[in-house]
């Protein structure tokens, strides 16, 4: 059911300008992830849209400690890239010669057999050197890029969309597919064991596509459903501290290929800004979601720490998620276990769900005779109507004009307004705004340049 963006990711060394090229690539417009937490870290995760064509983009350089040494540090990154990105952008900087770091970079993303491009950074600066020197790297894609400029990103835009798929609709059979999310050591590779061993009915173990993703296929109430265990994202030995060492790729990749994740988070070390971004990438991704709070075993005095006296301040800390629904679990005893399996099938049910057109009319109709939306002084924004274009996530897509001037807070109103009448716990759900007049300008525009080219052709 869930289908999958391709991930393209970012390596190279430091100060070659990958977070500049990342920001032109995503465009200051692009939603930075979870946001909402606060976090004064670049983001490292963005979503490129192009044609029919959509991808998540990766910064690796937010995923290092600046402190580790390069090549320790590289390797992983490369690493990490190789493993979970279909494709490979290696960025060097065009005014310097190519030094053994870069041929390592090179190297390394080559050996991973995933189509590698070259952006060769900074040309705009006197000194910039000809491509001929950096084809030594032995990389056959090479683009040379300004993102000081905003030169070559359209050009590198386009050899990546040559390379992926494009998006698309169609589901991937009738198996939903679970995330466990979270970080190191919170319990989820005891909840997969819990979980798979609830089911006597194993259909068959899959060997993870990608090394460290455990995954199980099971039936439940004649459901098909596969769970994946991310839980292998460090290596032996290391404490991972923050977004730093944080697998963001290898998670991310198992959010794309879900229908719901499962937050995961440790009882005892609740409301982690690293949980409220990974919340966000979730949220971002359209997938389905429960935050589960794990090892509830391990709370000793239930009486004055109790599930009632923890709740509100997780609801608050995740209050840009308020659909979410929270349980509380331990993999030791089972408790709510079970549960977990009829919340996923009450959430996919209601992701799929298709609200009527007319039902859908009548909410907004009355919405905005509620509570008309403000604009400026003769420039109201006007909702003329609704339609239900997906499911998995509910997608709705709102036509009328001066849409631009609608408030943020007008689309939150909307979308509560949504949840109240058709029951959407545990999914987000997305809209989309489409300006009459701006469409029939396009429309206009398009039409002249025909004729125009028809003219030039006779």
Not at 94 to 117: G, H, N
Not at 441 to 447: Q, R
């Amino acid at each position: 059911m869930a289908s999958k963006l391709p991930t393209v990711a970012i390596i190279g060394q430091a100060n070659v300008g990958k977070s500049s090229l990342f920001n032109r690539f995503v465009k200051s417009r692009q939603a930075i992830v979870a946001k909402e937490a606060g976090t004064t870290r670049d983001s490292v995760l963005g979503k490129v849209s192009h044609g029919d064509h959509t991808f998540w983009l990766v910064d690796t350089a937010g995923l290092k400690d600046p402190n580790d040494e390069f090549e320790a540090s590289i390797q992983e990154q490369i690493q990490e890239a190789a493993d979970a990105a279909d494709v490979i952008l290696v960025v060097v900087d065009a005014t310097q010669y190519v030094s053994d770091e870069d041929r390592l970079v090179a190297k390394k993303a080559l050996k991973s057999k995933k189509p590698v491009i070259l952006l060769v950074n900074k040309t705009d600066l006197s000194g910039s050197l000809e491509t001929d020197e950096f084809r030594r790297l032995g990389i056959k894609d090479i683009i040379r890029t300004s993102a000081e400029h905003n030169v070559g990103v359209e050009s590198a835009i386009e050899t990546i969309t040559d390379l992926i798929p494009p998006r698309t609709d169609t589901p991937t059979g009738d198996v939903v597919r679970i995330s466990l999310i979270g970080r190191p050591n919170v319990g989820k590779s005891h909840l997969f064991n819990t979980l798979a061993g609830k089911q006597q009915a194993i259909v068959a173990n899959i060997a993870g596509t990608t090394r460290d993703v455990n995954r199980v296929s099971l039936r439940y109430k004649g459901q098909s459903l596969e769970i994946l265990d991310t839980a292998g994202m460090r290596k032996p030995g290391k404490q991972e501290v923050g977004i730093e060492k944080f697998s963001v790729l290898r998670t991310l990749q198992a959010i794309e290929e879900s229908d719901i994740c499962f937050l995961l988070m440790d009882v005892n070390e609740l409301n982690t800004q690293l949980d409220q971004r990974l919340a966000g990438i979730i949220d971002e991704a359209g997938k389905g979601m429960v935050i589960v709070v794990s090892k509830w075993d391990s709370v000793i005095e239930k009486d004055a720490y109790t599930r009632d006296a923890l709740a509100p301040s997780i609801v608050r800390t995740f209050d840009f998620v308020p659909w979410a629904p929270l349980i509380f679990t331990s993999s030791v005893t089972g408790q709510n276990v079970t549960k977990l399996f009829d919340l996923t099938l009450d959430i996919m049910a209601r992701r799929q769900q298709q609200p009527k057109t007319r039902q859908l009319n009548d909410l907004l109709q009355s919405a905005i005779q509620k509570h008309p939306p403000a604009g400026l002084k003769n420039t109201h924004p006007r909702l003329r109507y609704m339609v239900h274009t997906d499911v998995s996530p509910p997608w709705f897509v709102i036509y009328g004009s001066n849409l631009k001037y609608l408030h943020w807070s007008y689309k939150r109103y909307l979308e509560r307004l949504m949840r109240e009448t058709f029951d959407y716990a545990g999914t987000p759900i997305k809209f989309s705004f489409r300006d009459e007049k701006q469409i029939k300008a396009n429309k206009e525009k398009a039409a002249r340049s025909a004729e125009k080219a028809e003219q030039e052709e006779s």
